[in-house]
């Protein structure tokens, strides 16, 4: 009987957090190679089964026993590593300052870094892909920070003291205020991640809108 080995493929992206085998039949000849830097886990029939630390060509019959043959396993490599920071955005948010009688709309950006805490989480949310990259684990969390930044900038400016013409000294409030409601959003750990870091690097008012106020307070 042949050797079959399972090992992390060459073509795994730079960018990859999470490589997906192919899917295999395990015989008694059923090898798998786990370089050093990486952990895995096989999953049996897409049910996690086993944990498996870097190794090279080790049987898996031998190493957990005969209730593994026949079984189909896909193995996921795991590199642990710091994920890039990620850049988020949001715009025309309207803003109704009745204090002061200022009405505008305002856009920020930023970035913000996700840590991965829980890997099964991760990998449960990516089902049925062949490696989970930074890009993609981007495209899951930009919609979380989008939909907490629209409504907790929008009530912060539409009650501060602070004219539309100085908002730009409060950053670091705009930042506390999002990175407190962040804190609370069950969806990063739904996903096997948590928020390590968000910044506010510019907040935006429409041109239009403060050539308006401009004028009415000339006037």
């Known amino acids: 009987m042949k050797e079959n080995v399972i090992s992390l493929s060459q073509d795994i992206s730079n960018n990859a957090v999470v490589y ?12 798998i190679s786990v370089p050093g830097g990486y ?4 999953y049996i029939d897409e049910k996690l089964s086993v944990r498996i630390e870097p190794c090279i060509n080790m049987n898996i019959y031998k190493e957990y026993g005969k209730s593994m043959l026949g079984k189909t396993i896909r193995v996921a490599y795991i590199l642990n590593k710091a994920l890039p920071q990620m850049l988020w955005g949001v715009g025309n948010i309207n803003v109704n300052n009745e204090r002061l009688k200022e009405a505008y709309r305002i856009g920020a950006n930023g970035r913000y870094m996700v840590e991965i805490i829980d890997y099964v989480k991760l990998i449960a949310a990516f089902a049925s892909v062949k490696q989970i990259t930074d890009i993609m684990i981007r495209e899951k969390t930009i919609s979380i920070v989008k939909s907490v930044a629209l409504p907790v900038i929008g009530e912060f400016f539409a009650h501060t003291n602070v004219s539309v013409f100085e908002i730009s000294s409060l950053l670091d409030k705009v930042r506390e205020r999002m990175l407190e409601a962040l804190k609370k959003e069950k969806m990063f750990g739904m996903l096997g991640l948590s928020l390590s870091e968000l910044t506010v690097e510019g907040l935006h008012v ?3 809108d403060l050539q308006s106020i401009r004028q009415r307070l000339n006037s």
């Open 39 to 42: 952990k895995a886990y096989g």
């Open 20 to 31: 997906f085998s192919e899917p295999v039949v395990v015989t008694k000849k059923t090898l």
């Open 206 to 208: 429409n041109e239009n």
